[in-house]
C-alpha cells in the first residue's frame, strides 16, 4: 500500500452563521457567509453618493440562514466522559470542537489557551477534543487516554478515528477549532495556534446573543475524568520524556515531564537530588522552591545540568552543588513572531523567546536546541550567554541542502559522534544528521516525509520509487536518538520499539520491543518510549508512558527496569483555605 500523501493543509476562514452577526477580526483576509453573501460594488456605492433615503426607511434585511453543525456521531470512544456526548445533549451550551492530534505541537500549544477559555466561561462553554489522528499509532484509544492524562486535559475528547467527524466538518488542518451555538447551530470555524483573543471575542458576542434569545443554559457542566478515574499520579515517575546519563558523575538525570521536575539518581536508581516541586509553573530558586513544566531533555557537564523546560519555553540550569535552577535561555513566554526564527546573528539568550525546545545536547560550549515549535535546531553558547538559529529554515517539511534552507519538522531528541548531530525529527518519522562547525549540508538517513511512515526494518534509502514502497525501511514519529559503538539507537515512539541504524550498511532494523507493555529480559516490550541515552555499554530508556527507566545492555540485549529508591511521587499542593461565609 502506498503512504498516504494528503494534500497540504489550507489555513481555514471563520464561516458565520446566524443572528450572531459577522465576526470581522484582524488577520482575517476574507469571511465567508452561510447563504448569499452582501458584496458593494461600483454601482452601490456611486447610489450612495446620489443620495439615498436612510437606512431605517429601508426594510429589516431578511434574518440569516442558520446551518446546523454535524452531530457528534462516529467516534470509536469517547474520553473523560461516562457515555457518548451528542448536540441535542449540550443544547443550551456555546461548543467548542478542537480538531487535534496527540503529535502534533501546534495541537499541543493550543491546550493552554483552551484552559484559558474553559475557566473564562466555565458556565457557558463546552470544549470537546476531536481527536482525528495522523498516524496510525493514534487511532488507538489507549494512546489518546494517556495523552489526555500526560497533557492533563480535562474536557471530554473522542476517538475520531475513522475521520468520520473530521470529514463531516470538512476539516483539513490540525488544529482546527469549530464553534456552535446553544441552538446547535454552526458559528465558526479557524485552524492554527494563537487565536486566544479571536475565539474569547466571538464567543463573548455569541454568549450576548444567546442571552437576548434566551436560549443559553449557564448550569456548569462536570464530567467524569480520566485522573480522577484512575486515582491520580502515583507512580514515583509520570511519563518521563527524557534520561541522560553522566557516567562521569556515576548519576542519571530523569525527565520526569508530568511531575513537572528533574530527578537525579545514582546508576543504580538511588535519588541523589530532585529539583522541583512537582506542581508546574515557572520560578527559579532553590532545587525545593524550583518549578518546571513539562521538562524534557538534560544535558550534563561536571555540576551543572541543562534542561529544555518545554511548556515553559525556556532552558534552565541546575547547579547540583548550590541545589539551585536559574533561567539562561528564554523570556518565559513562547515565541510568537514569526521573525525570531529567521534571526541571522546571536542576541542575549533571555531576549529571545523560545518555541518548546524538547531536547538539548552540549558539544564543548555550544548547547544545541532542539527547537520543535519552530521546527530548527538552535544554539546557545554557554560562555557567552547568546542564542541563534543553528538550522532549519523554520519551514515544517523533510528537506535537505544547506543548514539555514533545511526543513526539520518537530525535531525532538538529539546525539553526536563528535562530528555530526544526529536528529530525531519526529513528524516525518526521519533521522537526520547535521554537521558540526556551523557549516555543510543535512542530509536524511531514514525518512520520506510529512506523510511517509510505518513499521519496517530494511535499507534506509531506496532510489527505485517501486522498490522504495515495499522495502524502504520506516520509522514512526521517532522521539529519541542515542550514538554508541558507532551506531544509532532510535525511540521508535509509536512503534514502541528501539531501532538500530548502522551507518556503515545504511540499513535500519529492530533492535527491540515492538508492542505495548512491560515484558523484560529479552522479550521485552515498551510503551512509547520517549528517549534514550547511552553510557557504558548500556542503553537508558525512558519508556514514557510505562512511567519507569528501561535499562538496556546492548550486547547481550537484556533489558530490565531500573529500581528507583528514595524517589517518590509528589505530594500534593496543599488545598485553598475555606473562604469565609458571609
Not at 513539562?294 to 544535558?299: E, L, M, T, V
Not at 521517532?478 to 556503515?504: E, I, Q
Amino acid at each position: 500500500m502506498p503512504d498516504p500523501v494528503p494534500a497540504p493543509p489550507r489555513r481555514l476562514p471563520w464561516l458565520l452563521a446566524g443572528a450572531a452577526g459577522v465576526f470581522v477580526a484582524a488577520l482575517v483576509v476574507s469571511v465567508l457567509f452561510v447563504g448569499e453573501p452582501a458584496v458593494a460594488g461600483a454601482d452601490d456605492k456611486a447610489k450612495d453618493k446620489a443620495g439615498k433615503k436612510d437606512a431605517k426607511d429601508d426594510p429589516p434585511p431578511p434574518p440569516r440562514k442558520r446551518v446546523p453543525a454535524p452531530e457528534l456521531t462516529g467516534g470509536t470512544a469517547w474520553l473523560n466522559t461516562a457515555r457518548p456526548l451528542s448536540l441535542k445533549d449540550l443544547r443550551g451550551k456555546v461548543v467548542l470542537l478542537d480538531f487535534w492530534t496527540l503529535c502534533c505541537i501546534n495541537c499541543i500549544h493550543c491546550l493552554p489557551d483552551l484552559h484559558k477559555l474553559e475557566q473564562r466561561f466555565r458556565n457557558e462553554l463546552v470544549v470537546i477534543g476531536v481527536h482525528s489522528p495522523k498516524f496510525d499509532n493514534e487511532k488507538d484509544t489507549l494512546s489518546i487516554r494517556k495523552a489526555v492524562l500526560r497533557y492533563q486535559i480535562e474536557h471530554p475528547v473522542v476517538n475520531d478515528a475513522d475521520r468520520k467527524l473530521w470529514d463531516a466538518y470538512e476539516v483539513d488542518a490540525w488544529p482546527t477549532m469549530v464553534l456552535i451555538d446553544p441552538e446547535g447551530n454552526l458559528v465558526g470555524y479557524t485552524s492554527g495556534e494563537g487565536n486566544y483573543d479571536l475565539l474569547a471575542g466571538v464567543i463573548e458576542r455569541v454568549v450576548a446573543d444567546a442571552k437576548t434569545r434566551k436560549t443559553l443554559n449557564e448550569t456548569p457542566v462536570r464530567f467524569d475524568l480520566a485522573r480522577l478515574r484512575e486515582g491520580g499520579d502515583t507512580t514515583p515517575l509520570y511519563f518521563p520524556g527524557k534520561v541522560t546519563a553522566d557516567p562521569a558523575g556515576a548519576r542519571l538525570f530523569i525527565a520526569d515531564s508530568t511531575h513537572h521536575r528533574v530527578v537525579v539518581t545514582d546508576m543504580s536508581g538511588n535519588a541523589v537530588a530532585v529539583a522541583g516541586t512537582g506542581q508546574p509553573g515557572y520560578e527559579d530558586g532553590a532545587f525545593n522552591v524550583a518549578q518546571f513544566d513539562d521538562p524534557q531533555g538534560i544535558a550534563v557537564s561536571g555540576d551543572f545540568a541543562y534542561v529544555a523546560d518545554r511548556k515553559n519555553h525556556v532552558i534552565r540550569r541546575l547547579d547540583l552543588k548550590n541545589k539551585t535552577v536559574v533561567t539562561v535561555a528564554g523570556t518565559g513566554k513562547q515565541a510568537s513572531d514569526p521573525n525570531d526564527r529567521r534571526i541571522q546573528s546571536a542576541v542575549p539568550a533571555k531576549s529571545m523567546g523560545l518555541n518548546s525546545p524538547w531536547d538539548v545536547l552540549l558539544v564543548g560550549d555550544e548547547l544545541f536546541i532542539a527547537m520543535a515549535g519552530h521546527h530548527q535546531l538552535w544554539t546557545y553558547d554557554t560562555k557567552k550567554d547568546e542564542i541563534a538559529p543553528y538550522a532549519g529554515s523554520g519551514r515544517e517539511n523533510i528537506g535537505d541542502g544547506p543548514l539555514p534552507f533545511a526543513m526539520l519538522a518537530q525535531p525532538s531528541g538529539l546525539a553526536t559522534d563528535g562530528k555530526s548531530l544526529f536528529v530525531a525529527d519526529s513528524e516525518v518519522s526521519a533521522l537526520r544528521e547535521v554537521p558540526l562547525g556551523g557549516k555543510g549540508e543535512v542530509k536524511t538517513l531514514v525518512g520520506r516525509g510529512l506523510f511517509v511512515f510505518g513499521d519496517k526494518d530494511g535499507p534506509a534509502r531506496i532510489d527505485d520509487p517501486l522498490e522504495r514502497e515495499t522495502k524502504e525501511a520506516r520509522l514512526q514519529h521517532a522521539l529519541g536518538v542515542a550514538y554508541a559503538d558507532g551506531k544509532l539507537y532510535v525511540a521508535d515512539t509509536y512503534n514502541s520499539k528501539l531501532r538500530v541504524y548502522d551507518p556503515a550498511t545504511k540499513q535500519l532494523n529492530t533492535f527491540l520491543g515492538g508492542n505495548d507493555g512491560g515484558g523484560w529480559f529479552t522479550s521485552p516490550t515498551f510503551n512509547e518510549p520517549g528517549g534514550l541515552s547511552a553510557a557504558g555499554g548500556k542503553l537508558y530508556v525512558a519508556d514514557t508512558n510505562a512511567h519507569r527507566i528501561r535499562v538496556v545492555d546492548i550486547r547481550t540485549r537484556e533489558v530490565s527496569t531500573l529500581k528507583l529508591t528514595g524517589v517518590d511521587p509528589p505530594k500534593p499542593p496543599p488545598a485553598p483555605a475555606p473562604v469565609p461565609k458571609r
